[in-house]
């Protein structure tokens, strides 16, 4: 299993779809780059979860709002006094670790048994605003997106003609300062999260939280996750986060063990009656048809996408054995397996050989069409198999290629990635075809 998370991690920096930040000047701790295909990938996960929550809802509308917030909110919100994680360093090899990061008693790094006593350590991301480095111009970067949410929630409510149960929906950054960021994408200091805040009637929280429950399972099985590596687990009390009355994470068998996906939590009206106190503002919701004044609780369903876009990998690679070689390749494969929705490249157009100027102005004349529609790729390097081994260890769904007969029967080859079918399909029909393959259910 670990082998399969070293597998990915070296296909993403070969193939540009994730590389570790500022690698010229040896990184920095546990940031990472997306390339050109990464980039791709993320967007479509996000594209397609704002599609999905957003536009095609009537009752959830988005947002987006600045990184830094008046430090009042963090104060109000509890996270300047609550959102640590207890630290404790190894007296012998000084490393500084999560306290249950530490394995039977021993320092992952030397073994060492001996540790201080652990402190408290608020993982808030601090910085200044303006010239002056003091107190009064402290501010922190969010470590979620949903405090916005909660501080915007007169403004939506007075502009958007929402009426309750209603959700504000968020997608960008977070930072945190982890002790110990690692295992790749999986934890790491700068991060993007997907969150909505979903307002309801105090009596009718159980109702969405299970309604919230059932739309991330499909949003998984969308995603092309296995059932069976995902866990939800719900988390006991003295355990969850400050502000939660119930919290069910949804755990995934990472090659690194059982760790965090995405959670669901019920906040109550914890926020809003924070922010109510503290800015003096009435956040109250006034019931439309019997003028009932109340604050509404909320459920958080909340998606990582960075996990999102490592779980879509651990998930899609695969090496398997061609039953036939094809031409200028051996029979074993790198392929990875993405739900098509969400492969960086749909197409590659690839002409059979590149020393026939015919084929090669054709080739380029189909990819001009092509690239219209859909995220293609041109390559007419190397042979054949070459090219098909190439698209298929970065996820691309088919691949057209033009050879001689092309030029006489205006007709291609296509080849799915999946089963290495090829059929020959007319020109004139070739990008309807392909649209119809791509968002077939089945794939
Ligand atoms: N607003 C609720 C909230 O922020 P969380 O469980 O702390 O809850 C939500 O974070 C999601 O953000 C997690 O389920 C995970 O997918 C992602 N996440 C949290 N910390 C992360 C980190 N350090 N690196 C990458 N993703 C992270």
């Known amino acids: 299993m670990e082998d399969l998370m070293q597998k990915v991690i070296s296909l993403a920096k070969r193939r540009g779809f994730i590389f570790p930040g500022s690698e010229i000047y040896g990184g920095l701790a546990n940031s990472f780059d997306y390339g050109p295909l990464g980039v791709e990938l993320k967007n479509n996960i996000k594209q397609e979860w704002w599609k999905r929550f957003v536009q095609k809802r009537s009752d959830v509308v988005g947002i ?24 404790v360093e190894c007296k012998k090899c000084h490393a500084r670790l999560r306290e249950d990061q530490i394995q039977d ?162 906040r109550g009206d914890f926020d809003l009656k924070n922010h109510m106190e503290a800015s003096g503002q009435d956040l109250q919701y006034t019931d439309p048809k019997t003028n009932e004044k ?4 909320v459920i958080e369903p909340t998606w990582g996408v960075d996990r999102s876009v490592l779980v879509a990998m651990l998930e899609a690679y695969h090496e398997e054995e061609a039953p036939t070689a094809e031409e200028g390749e051996s029979a074993m494969r790198v392929v990875m397996k993405f739900p098509f929705w969400i492969a960086p490249v749909k197409v590659a157009v690839l002409p059979l050989v590149k020393n026939k100027s015919e084929v090669v102005l054709k080739a380029k004349e189909v990819f001009g069409l092509l690239k219209e529609r859909f995220a293609c790729q041109y390559d007419e390097t190397g042979a054949i198999g070459r090219r098909y081994r190439r698209q298929d260890e970065i996820g691309t769904c088919f691949c057209v290629t033009i050879d001689f007969d092309t030029l006489d029967d205006n007709a291609v080859t296509l080849r799915n990635r999946d089963t290495m079918a090829q059929e020959r399909v007319p020109l004139d029909s070739l990008a309807s075809t392909i649209q119809e393959r791509l968002y077939d259910k089945n794939n």
């Open 64 to 87: 987006d709002a600045a990184l830094i917030m008046n430090t009042k909110a963090w104060e109000a919100s509890g996270h300047l006094e609550n959102f640590s994680d207890p630290l």
């Open 105 to 266: 008693s021993k320092c992952p790094s030397c073994k060492g048994k001996e540790f201080t006593k652990p402190k408290n350590f608020n993982l808030m991301l601090k910085t200044f605003l303006g010239p002056v480095e003091d107190a009064a111009n402290t501010v922190y970067f969010r470590p979620e997106t949903a405090q916005s949410m909660f501080v915007d929630f007169k403004n939506i409510l007075d502009t958007s003609r929402q009426s309750i149960p209603f959700g504000i929906a968020q997608v960008g950054k977070a930072f945190r300062n982890e002790i110990t960021p690692g295992n790749f994408i999986f934890r790491m200091r700068e991060f993007e999260q997907m969150e909505i805040e979903y307002f309801v009637k105090e009596e009718e929280w159980e109702k969405y939280f299970d309604e919230w429950l059932g739309e991330m399972k499909q949003w998984l099985r969308d995603l092309g996750v296995s059932e069976k590596k995902l866990h939800y687990v719900d988390i006991p009390d003295g355990e969850r986060a400050h502000y939660s009355k119930r919290t069910v994470d949804i755990e995934y068998d990472y090659p690194f063990g059982q760790k965090e996906l995405y959670g669901l939590a019920y």
């Open 294 to 297: 109340f604050l509404p609780h």
